[in-house]
T-cell receptor
Framework: NAGVTQTPKFQVLKTGQSMTLQCAQD?????MSWYRQDPGMGLRLIHYSVGAGITDQGEVPNGYNVSRSTTEDFPLRLLSAAPSQTSVYFCASSQGIGSYEQYFGPGTRLTVT | RKEVEQDPGPFNVPEGATVAFNCTYSNSASQSFFWYRQDCRKEPKLLMS???SGNEDGRFTAQLNRASQYISLLIRDSKLSDSATYLCVVNNFNKFYFGSGTKLNVKP
């Protein structure tokens, strides 16, 4: 089991560029989510999905899109990168909602110049 | 108001000490509660879930007080390897809210 994988590990973008952060899990988990972590602010939920074909917004969704066409994959798209999106991005998955443990990927460190 | 608030620390303690962290949450309808551990520049990992009855896992004890809306974590007999940031996490209706974390440094 690879668990939750994220690519790339590091990325530098120029303002206005777009890109997709990839996330995949091989545990057949229904719930997947994207977070960003900024210094001193903890993790903040960007978007989440409770199953294939279903997505919803978290606390800080502006500037990001997601889709969930399969159970395994949950890509995060930055439409037009801004310096304020410089952050560490974590993808997570869990068997369900409630008391289930979330498993996190290793993170993507994104810098927007 | 933040959904989850934690004292950022750092808590600097000697090996063998007992240390306690608290966390408060704002939504009384919150459904489930967790402590995660995060090492520097790594992903968070579940330390333990928190139940109203309290739960213990070795040197770690977690408590939930729904009336006062706070969660606590007690670490006994601290080890050097306990040095990390401890994140309080609350689940509200499909969304997870993280505190900003409490940093613990255990010194020899």
């Amino acid at each position: 089991n690879a668990g939750v994988t994220q690519t790339p590990k590091f990325q530098v973008l120029k303002t206005g560029q777009s890109m997709t952060l990839q996330c995949a899990q091989d545990m057949n988990h229904e719930y997947m989510s994207w977070y960003r972590q900024d210094p001193g602010m903890g993790l903040r939920l960007i978007h989440y999905s409770v199953g294939a074909g279903i997505t919803d917004q978290g606390e800080v969704p502006n500037g990001y899109n997601v889709s969930r066409s399969t159970t395994e994959d949950f890509p995060l798209r930055l439409l037009s990168a801004a310096p304020s999106q410089t952050s560490v991005y974590f993808c997570a998955s869990s068997q369900g909602i409630g008391s289930y443990e979330q498993y996190f990927g290793p993170g993507t460190r994104l810098t927007v110049t | 108001r933040k959904e989850v608030e934690q004292d950022p620390g750092p808590f600097n303690v000697p090996e063998g000490a007992t240390v306690a962290f608290n966390c408060t949450y704002s939504n009384s309808a919150s459904q489930s509660f967790f402590w995660y551990r995060q090492d520097c520049r790594k992903e968070p990992k579940l330390l333990m879930s928190v139940y109203s009855s309290g739960n213990e896992d070795g040197r770690f004890t977690a408590q939930l007080n729904r009336a006062s809306q706070y969660i606590s974590l007690l670490i006994r007999d601290s080890k050097l390897s306990d040095s990390a940031t401890y994140l309080c996490v609350v689940n509200n209706f499909n969304k997870f809210y993280f505190g900003s974390g409490t940093k613990l440094n255990v010194k020899p």
